[in-house]
């Protein structure tokens, strides 16, 4: 275990994990005698079938089931999650498969005992989130230990409202993507009809999600994520995030430039943003190191240094578990590109007294 922080309302913590174990060992962590989250309740399972990795032109061919767990937020319970790692795979010839590139797979319900991770069962395996790119991948007639397997350094961070999930690739770099995960409830600008305003709660990811044309832009290079429901009542709605955040702080007087992370939507327009996380770039980052608090006065923040995700050097796309290839470009922040260089980070908000 790498580290253990726990900060008011928020907790940190660092762990590393192949694809293979990375749910193991996230339940592992959270629950960890002293230092286990506060903030959710979590389960694990090896029973979950739709976790069982399986051909997706011949299902009799399956692989190694890595888990799932579910997160039940403390204070409302209706806030509900589930994880589990997947591998798209191919049946080619007689006893052939083809491993392609793990996922992940994420789910906003309670579905009872049986635990579904139903943003796949609901919607489809466009809602899959991709961990490496497809392109490369090993024949085999057995064995999945000569294929892929990204090494993660992981930062979690949890508080009431949402978890928050950083994975940077430590090996398999050319092919692997930088991994952003937000699941949570998000803050509206405005109130909303109390028939809705409790299923502003969504999943967000650093790859596209929904992404299914090329063509569209919207689909292609802007992020994108689900919410349970939309403001006229449409469940596992499709939604964008963006923010406005390459100048680097502080600037003329002192200011400070920190944006949203603004969730919109084609016809609703921009509803809200994400619950307690912001991004800023750094002009000076040794002022404010990995870690330090910047109070701003009004507003106290835990400074968490990260970076724009580069795109997979090697290959361009990845296989969803049901078989389609999908190309993108991975995305969370607005811009890799920042005005007078300087360091990325993430802000989470704390609270005064801290």
Known sequence: MAENILLGALRRYEFYSYCTNFIQTLYDTVTQDLYGDIHWEWTFSSNN???TPRAWNNSNYTSANNGTITAKNTKDPSMFFTICTNLAQT???????????????????????????????????????PLHTGDSYIASSNTTSSHTNVYFKWTLFTSEQ??????EPQNNT????????????????????????????????????????????LKYRAGGGYIRNSRNGTPNALYNLATSSQVPSP????????????????????????????????????????????DLGDERYYVFHTNSQAHPSTFQGWFTTGGKYIEGQPYFFDSALLLGGGQRVLLFEIEKEV
């Open 174 to 217: 050319g092919v692997a993507y930088p991994v952003r995960l937000y699941l949570g409830r998000l803050k509206p600008f405005e109130e909303e009809d109390p028939l809705i305003s409790n299923d502003f709660v969504g999943v967000f990811s650093h790859f596209p999600m929904g992404l299914n044309d090329s063509a569209d832009e």
């Open 251 to 294: 600037g003329v007087g002192g200011r400070f430039f920190i944006s949203p992370f603004y969730v919109w939507h084609d016809t609703e327009g921009a509803r809200g943003e994400f619950y307690g996380i912001r991004t800023a770039v750094l002009k000076d980052a040794s002022q404010y190191p990995d870690g330090s608090i910047l």
């Open 91 to 129: 049946n080619a010839w007689s006893d052939r498969v083809y491993y392609k590139n793990y996922v992940l797979r994420a789910g906003l319900r309670n579905n009872g005992d049986t635990v579904i991770p139903d943003l796949y069962t609901q919607v489809g395996h466009l809602s899959e989130i």
């Open 49 to 51: 079938t739709y976790a």
């Open 162 to 167: 949402y978890i928050f999930l950083y994975g």
